[in-house]
């Protein structure tokens, strides 16, 4: 079994421009360890203006940077802008080189053997380079927080390439596609639909996006793909002597084409499925589901500080050849508790997670609910 703990200590400034201007500070320091990256070390920067008449914030930026002792470094720098009339944009550079990324092969039935897995036979060496756009432009708004519809535009491009050759791996022995490394440059469309009463932790109302991305084969090293995306979100209140939150998610990936390894559905990450191992299934399409009930044990609105407690199930199936009618028959579940909290502004928010599946369990530390 695989774990680890992060410890995180939040420091934030806040500098008032105007009476209806101002300007937040947030320095996370992080350090941990974990048995899959070692001793973790870091931090992330954020900042938030706030301004009349923009909403949730005028503009985020955020930067974080991780190295640990068994060579993994990870370096995201995101900005996003909010206008009144036009395009919510966000703009995003990663830059990750890893020692621990993870393959068992394709399908539901790709085999977990844990002397293999303690033995690192499942990992590999790879290294990750992207860029992506994401700009939402309002077609039917409510008001805020009311009801809204969004048309999305997505640009992205991004270089991946396995490193340091092993045939002892597993993943050097299937040789998948995009086992070469290469270049995946694409665009996409989408609409969002967002009920939900605020965005960070919402209490009431629902989300939903569909999204598909087209990569044309447009270099010699690159891959031709369809990828599509498609997600829906419910939260529901419910007052028994202390205010819960029942809040649910339905996810569906699919993939066709010429699909490497790093663009493949996938089950196993803090982003859907938790407490499997990182990447536990791939295939050519994946259906999953969040279940959690959450609710807020301390809170100081004049601060805006609040700590709050949550349970959770997962569970999803992947499938190949897009045979989705097959996925529950083959489904894994999994379950866990966690806890989230957020101090000096209730936009900026910690959660951490602990999972179990019957192969192993996984900790998570993150920014924002899960969902």
């Known amino acids: 079994m695989k774990s680890g703990f992060l410890l995180v200590v939040i420091l934030s400034l806040s500098t008032v421009c105007a009476q209806?201007?101002?300007?937040?500070?947030?320095?996370?320091?992080?350090?941990?360890?974990?048995?899959?990256?070692g001793i973790v070390g870091g931090g992330v920067l954020n900042r938030f203006h706030y301004?009349?008449?923009?909403?949730?914030?005028?503009?985020?930026?955020?930067?974080?940077?991780?190295?640990?002792?068994?060579?993994?470094?990870?370096l995201n720098l995101l900005h996003e802008r909010t206008s009144i009339r036009s395009i919510r944009s966000q703009y995003l550079v990663v830059a990750n080189r890893t020692m621990?990324?993870?393959?068992?092969?394709?399908?539901?039935?790709?085999?977990?053997?844990?002397?293999?897995?303690?033995?690192?036979v499942n990992y590999f060496e790879s290294l990750n380079l992207g860029f992506m756009y994401r700009g939402r432009l309002p077609i039917y708004k409510t008001g805020y927080p009311g009801a809204q519809l969004d048309a999305l535009f997505i640009g992205q491009i991004g270089f991946d390439n396995p490193l340091n050759e092993n045939l002892g791996r597993a993943f050097w022995q299937d040789r998948p596609e995009g086992v070469d490394g290469g270049w995946t440059i694409g665009v996409g469309i989408g609409l969002q639909w967002e009920n939900r009463d605020e965005e960070v932790a919402p209490i009431r109302g629902n989300k939903a996006l569909v999204e598909a991305k087209f990569l044309p084969k447009l270099l010699p090293d690159s891959y031709g793909a369809f990828l599509l995306n498609a997600e829906a979100s419910q939260y529901v209140p419910i007052r028994v002597g202390h205010l819960f939150v029942l809040a649910?998610?339905?996810?569906?990936?699919?993939?066709?084409?010429?699909?490497?390894?790093?663009?493949?559905?996938?089950?196993?990450?803090?982003?859907?499925?938790?407490?499997?191992?990182?990447?536990?299934?791939?295939?050519?399409?994946?259906?999953?589901?969040?279940?959690?009930?959450?609710?807020?044990?301390?809170?100081?609105?004049?601060?805006?500080?609040?700590?709050?407690?949550?349970?959770f199930r997962d569970g999803g199936g992947v499938t190949i050849g897009h045979d989705y009618a097959e996925i529950?028959?083959?489904?894994?579940?999994?379950?866990?508790?966690?806890?989230?909290?957020?101090?000096?502004?209730?936009?900026?928010?910690?959660?951490?997670?602990?999972g179990v599946s019957q192969e192993m369990s996984r900790f998570y530390m993150g920014i924002g609910y899960t969902f």
């Open 328 to 354: 529950p028959k083959s489904m894994v579940h999994t379950w866990g508790v966690g806890f989230a909290f957020s101090l000096f502004t209730p936009d900026f928010m910690v959660r951490g997670d602990y």
């Open 20 to 37: 209806t201007d101002s300007t937040k500070f947030g320095i996370l320091p992080a350090l941990g360890y974990s048995s899959d990256l």
């Open 100 to 120: 621990e990324s993870t393959w068992f092969g394709m399908g539901p039935d790709a085999p977990f053997v844990s002397d293999d897995y303690n033995a690192d």
């Open 248 to 311: 649910g998610r339905l996810g569906l990936q699919h993939a066709s084409g010429d699909v490497p390894y790093w663009l493949m559905p996938f089950l196993g990450s803090d982003l859907n499925v938790r407490g499997l191992a990182l990447n536990r299934f791939r295939g050519d399409g994946a259906i999953w589901y969040n279940s959690e009930i959450r609710t807020w044990v301390y809170e100081n609105r004049k601060e805006a500080i609040r700590f709050g407690l949550h349970v």
């Open 51 to 74: 301004s009349e008449g923009y909403r949730p914030y005028k503009a985020m930026q955020m930067a974080s940077v991780i190295v640990t002792t068994r060579g993994f470094f990870a």
